[in-house]
């Protein structure tokens, strides 16, 4: 185990006691954030600074594609805690297709008040970016209060109710905007195989799938690990590269702003998991697997010290394989 391994070995277990001393003492984090946290199956649970909070999957995706698209805006996680306290509060993080009067989606926007279209409110894309937008316009919105710049966007009928989220909305904000490593983790099925064959670029439809979800969120992030032909060479034996059901996405050279960008991609993936068929994301010396979900992330390890450490330990690229 590297020293690096350890450190966040401790740190994460330090969390974790954190988290199970404070529901021992009276289910302080249950209190906090609600009886959602005592549900574990097919769910994901976020852990940053001794505080818990958990998603189901469905609101883990939408935070996850609120979250993403801060970070490709290169907006402070700040705009993604205002952003979540708001859709908590509209929505529960949940594309409704209904709301009061017209009201429609994840904000709840309302095509009457120029939102957009019924159509173009109800796509969390588009939905997202929208909100987006009024934010940044709203004058010194990173000082205020996370309620009183929500309530600038939303213009809602109580302003304060959006308060109540904050601390939750924080918490998934910073796992998923890379501020924390291995803080959020989901418990999926793993899901069974595909069968699927290469297509002409090298890439099963579960593959390609999953780049074009990444790209649609974060933009051209650079991209590898597969080819027309398939690839014969350069991965480990029994590799899901040699399949085509596997992409890398690169952040080099390895820097701390670097790791935080690949820190938002690898825990986007798993909060995306259940979705996108993925069975695996690796990076930064961290392991995610469907198979194993209920172990969360652990510790990425290999057998040899020759070669590139920062390739092979997954440093410098998230490793993301699908069914």
């Given at each position: 185990m590297t020293a690096g391994q350890l450190m966040r070995r401790?740190?994460?277990?330090?969390?974790?006691?954190?988290?199970?001393?404070?529901?021992?003492?009276?289910?302080?984090?249950?209190?906090?954030?609600?009886?959602?946290?005592?549900?574990?199956?097919?769910?994901?649970?976020?852990?940053?600074?001794?505080?818990?909070?958990?998603?189901?999957?469905?609101?883990?995706?939408?935070?996850?594609?609120?979250?993403?698209?801060?970070?490709?805006r290169d907006l402070p996680a700040r705009a993604a805690t205002i952003a979540l306290a708001t859709a908590f509060q509209e929505s529960k993080i949940r594309n409704l297709d209904y709301g009061d009067r017209d009201s429609l989606g994840i904000f709840q926007q309302r095509p009457s008040q120029d939102w957009g279209s019924a159509t173009q409110v109800s796509d969390p894309y588009y939905s997202t970016r929208a909100f987006y937008d009024a934010l940044v316009d709203v004058d010194g919105y990173l000082e205020l209060p996370v309620h009183d710049a929500a309530q600038e966007v939303q213009r809602s009928a109580d302003g304060s109710a959006y308060e109540r989220h904050e601390g939750r909305a924080q918490i998934i904000a910073t796992a998923l905007t890379g501020r924390a490593e291995a803080a959020l983790s989901c418990e999926v099925p793993d899901p069974d195989d595909s069968g699927q064959r290469l297509g002409d670029d090298g890439l099963t439809e579960n593959a390609r799938a999953v780049r074009t979800d990444v790209r649609r969120a974060f933009g051209e992030i650079p991209d590898g690990g597969f080819a027309p032909d398939g690839v014969t060479s350069g991965h480990a034996e029994g590799s899901a590269h040699y399949d085509g059901r596997a992409v890398d996405f690169f952040f080099r050279p390895v820097r701390p702003a670097q790791t935080r960008d690949g820190w938002a991609l690898a825990q986007y993936l798993v909060a995306r998991a259940a979705a996108l068929d993925i069975r695996t994301v690796i990076f930064d010396e961290w392991i995610w697997t469907a198979r194993r979900s209920g172990e969360g992330w652990r510790d990425y390890e290999i057998s040899t010290s020759?070669?590139?450490?920062?390739i092979l330990l997954h440093r410098d690229h998230v490793h993301v394989d699908v069914a």
């Open positions: 401790l740190v994460v277990g330090v969390t974790a006691v954190a988290v199970g001393a404070a529901l021992a003492a009276g289910g302080y984090v249950a209190l906090r954030h609600g009886p959602e946290l005592l549900r574990s199956a097919d769910a994901c649970t976020v852990q940053v600074d001794g505080e818990a909070t958990t998603l189901e999957l469905d609101q883990a995706q939408n935070a996850a594609l609120i979250s993403a698209l801060a970070v490709r020759s070669g590139d450490q920062d």
